[in-house]
């Protein structure tokens, strides 16, 4: 109980600081060049991460399904789960905490660093808005950057579906590839990213507000950086079953 | 003459540790007061209150005729535009060369052409004594040179008043003489009045017009060095002969 009554001012500080960031968006000049160097920085430095985790998923469920609806004689199949779990889940998700788990703790560091010497405070003293500077970008680069990652994930978690199911149960990758076809919806896509798109911003909102707001030097950043890894992972998780729930209340 | 800031009764605490009970306090257009009192006790709180860095919990804070206890963040900025900031460590953005550090200010308020911002680099550099330092970073600097960069960026865009934290706090003697001469000269030629919270009694002796003493959560005093150095009250005499009676049991925490 103690603990909930911990968290919620938190949460509250956080929202506060996303309505914060929101005004900077809108708020003419948006900063460009901070905002490429964090997407390419964040984002873009997070394929070869991303990649390696969408084709061993896709290689392993695709195993999973074979072998699973074999005993139905529906292994023929697996194309359709594969497509519909990579897409509408796991490729959002792994990539979310794969991702987040990598830039978030990042944020954490380096803001944590700037705030326990100063540097964020200097800002302000010198009449700038370390929210407009400093966390406006790196939550926007992060909204932009995993989505596409996200797309990135669906398609290699697909292309290692097909390798394993070609493999295991002998359909032509054409067979497998209409299946996906015939499968997947525009919803579902929608779906998995509409997500990713909350992944993203939550990833950036957290790195950077337990970044900025740490105390007690080195090792307070050493503290914020584990913290931001949890509390991402933590967001992450809990945020995707609601957001599964709404989605699917809102397409059936 | 009348008061360019002061403080009415401001309170503050973190938490249970109450930091100012009541501290009053008032600074006049010219003058550099410096405030001196034990580590740890909330020197610097004090400053960072003016330019609303910290919150007070109560009482007034007037600059330039203003409460700046009831501005909200965005309104802080005229009040930051004329009154500088000298961080104790510097708050040198580590991403940033020299010049672009003094940038910082200068970009963030449109101060003028590239060229012109160029050559206001090259004047402050050359005040704080770092001609052609412009392409280095803060890491490639001495701790002395980082405080005068510091104060470059902090005087870059002319401000009225300059808050120092602790300007010469781990610096050799060589560098402490060259800031004290830096804050006097900066009085001396752009009449800018200066906070200079220290507890380097050297730097108060040599800089100060009148110094003020924080001491159990309040300014306990605020005179003249003369006045200080023939105050009757032990605890100033102890702090100003080096804290003597810091090892002595049942003082009260200075």
């Known amino acids: 109980m103690s603990q909930l009554r911990l968290l919620l001012p938190e949460i509250g500080r956080v929202a506060i600081l996303s309505v914060q960031v929101a005004r900077a968006f809108v708020r003419p000049p948006i900063e460009w060049r901070p905002l490429i160097y964090q997407i390419d920085h964040a984002g873009m430095r997070s394929w070869s991460i991303t990649v390696l985790t969408a084709i061993f998923t896709g290689m392993v469920m695709a195993l999973q399904f074979a072998t699973g609806l074999e005993p139905y004689g529906a292994s023929m199949y697996t194309g359709k789960l594969v497509a519909l779990g990579i897409v509408r889940e796991l490729g959002p998700v792994l990539t979310a905490l794969l991702v987040g788990g990598r830039v978030g703790s990042g944020f954490a560091a380096e803001l944590g660093s700037m705030a326990v010497t100063e540097q964020v405070d200097a800002i302000r003293a010198l009449g700038a808005d370390p929210v407009k500077k400093l966390v406006a970008p790196r939550v926007l680069a992060c909204i932009i950057a995993i989505p596409l990652l996200t797309m990135l994930a669906d398609l290699i978690g697909c292309f290692g579906g097909m390798i394993i199911t070609t493999r295991e149960v002998g359909v032509t990758p054409r067979f497998f590839y209409q299946q996906i076809l015939d499968t997947l919806w525009v919803e579902d896509l929608i779906h998995g990213l509409a997500k990713s798109v909350f992944f993203g911003y939550a990833i950036g909102i957290v790195g950077c507000y337990v970044g900025i707001n740490t105390t007690g030097g080195t090792e307070g950043v050493g503290q914020a950086t584990t913290r931001s890894v949890v509390a991402t992972a933590v967001t992450l998780l809990i945020s995707n079953f609601l957001l599964t729930q709404l989605f699917l209340a809102i397409y059936g | ?254």
């Open chain 2, 1 to 254: 003459m009348d008061p360019i800031i002061s403080f009415r009764g401001v309170k503050k605490a973190f938490g249970p540790k109450v930091v100012y009970e009541d501290a009053t306090l008032d600074i006049y257009p010219g003058e550099t007061l410096t405030i001196i009192g034990g580590s740890g006790t909330g020197k610097s709180v004090l400053l960072k209150m003016l330019i609303g860095l910290l919150r007070a919990d109560a009482g007034s804070i007037v600059a330039f005729g203003q409460d700046v206890t009831k501005l909200r963040e965005e309104q802080f900025l005229p009040v930051r535009k004329r009154v500088a900031m000298l961080f104790q460590s510097g708050a040198l953005f580590d991403s940033l060369t020299v010049a672009q550090n003094i940038k910082y200010p200068l970009r963030e308020h449109k101060w003028g052409t590239e060229a012109q911002m160029d050559q206001r680099v090259e004047e402050v550099l050359e005040m704080v004594g770092m001609p052609n330092a412009q392409s280095l970073k803060p890491a490639q600097l001495s701790g002395g040179m980082r405080k005068r960069l510091g104060l470059a960026r902090a005087i870059a865009m002319a401000p009225e008043v300059i808050l120092y934290d602790e300007p010469t706090t781990g610096l050799d003697p060589i560098n402490i003489r060259r800031i004290n001469g830096m804050i006097l000269s900066l009085q001396e030629r752009l009449n800018i009045t200066s906070i200079v919270v220290t507890h380097d009694m050297d730097t108060v002796f040599t800089v100060s017009n009148r110094v003020a003493m924080l001491y159990e959560r309040r300014i306990a005093f605020a005179g003249t060095t003369e006045e200080i150095r023939q105050s009757p009250h032990s605890y100033i005499q102890e702090f100003i002969a080096g804290g003597k009676g810091a090892l002595e049991p049942d003082k009260p925490e200075l």
